[in-house]
């Protein structure tokens, strides 16, 4: 993996869930790939860090990545509705 100064490095998915407001999960499932490096996604493209709350998750498993994202929004007095989407890349 190159460096890239938008990205840090996560060691593990227990490392990566502490930098993240939500649980990113592990495929169980990669194809016999195995996992090369966990990014998350910190400074936006003006190099400012990002609010815990707005970055996204990139696994790479060779010619394989998972993303995971959660998008927050509130609806009224109701609390906040969380998604999470996990997008494949092969």
């Known amino acids: 993996m190159t460096s890239n ?3 840090e ?5 227990k490392a ?10 592990a495929p169980q499932d990669t194809g016999g790939l195995h996992l090369q490096s966990i990014q ?8 400012r860090e990002l609010p815990i709350a707005d970055r996204t998750l990139e696994a790479h ?3 394989l990545r998972v993303e995971s994202v959660a998008k927050r929004r509130k609806r009224g007095p109701a609390p906040d509705l969380v998604r999470i989407a996990i997008s494949l890349y092969v």
């Open 5 to 7: 100064p938008h990205f």
């Open 9 to 13: 490095t996560a060691p593990s998915w």
């Open 16 to 25: 990566a869930r502490a930098m993240l407001t939500f649980r990113p999960l």
């Open 40 to 47: 998350i996604h910190v400074r936006d493209h003006k190099l």
């Open 61 to 63: 498993y060779g010619e």
